[in-house]
């Protein structure tokens, strides 16, 4: 689970239902056409700049990642594909079958090193693998970000839709309150869904698209010098590369050391 993203969604919730509860009724704040308003239009203008079946994909995927999505860093994908290498030098590339993988990917190139098959169909695979899910993930920011964009803009259509049913209906004092409500409610509708829930995914995948590019990438060239027969050390001391620029340094002793 990605806590920071729920704790982030949990606590942005409550510090607005606490202020709402200190000012007044919460049943006030609630209001179904200016909720009806901003989530059925952001979906239906998403709907207009996305294929059908890619949005509700694009939902999924972009959801599951940012939600439960677990970081790995690379420098435990270093020590993982070095352990890979010293057992394959050891036990050939069947030993590879008995390891316990928790990267899908990794564990997909250590099946094709150990049925044997050749460098390049397990390149030209992984890397196909990889822009495939790197291309999920950045469909599914691109679907958070058109909902964070489009959930302000209904806000303020709904809230000229309140102020056109208010001015229509000043002869009517009863009918003054409801249409200011709607007014005034899908701005905040469209506030909240922006820059609380989608905006910030949008950001979350994005970045997360950055480190899973690298991760993928680093796993490619880890299988691939396994199947080359390359040693752990060698291993190592080529992927170190992928560990940001500050670390490297400090880590590429430590590797050492640990080899």
Partial sequence: MDLATIIGIIAGAAVIAFAIFMGGSFGAFVDIPSIFIVIGGGFAATLIRFPLAGVGQALV????V???HKKVEPRSLIEKIAEMGEIARRQGPLGLEGMDFDEANL??????????YDADFIRESMELERDQYLSRLSEGQRVFKSLGDAAPAFGMIGTLVGLVQM???MDDPSAIGPA?????????YGAIIANLVCLPISDKLLAKFSVEEINQTLIIDGIMSIRDGKSPNLIREMLVAYLPEQQREADQTQLRAAA
């Fill in 66 to 68: 940012a939600f439960t």
């Fill in 61 to 64: 995927t972009g959801g599951r």
């Fill in 180 to 188: 200011m409500a709607v007014a005034l409610l899908t701005t905040l």
């Fill in 167 to 169: 001015l229509g209906s």
């Fill in 107 to 116: 564990r997909k190139g250590a099946q094709y090193i150990a049925d044997g």
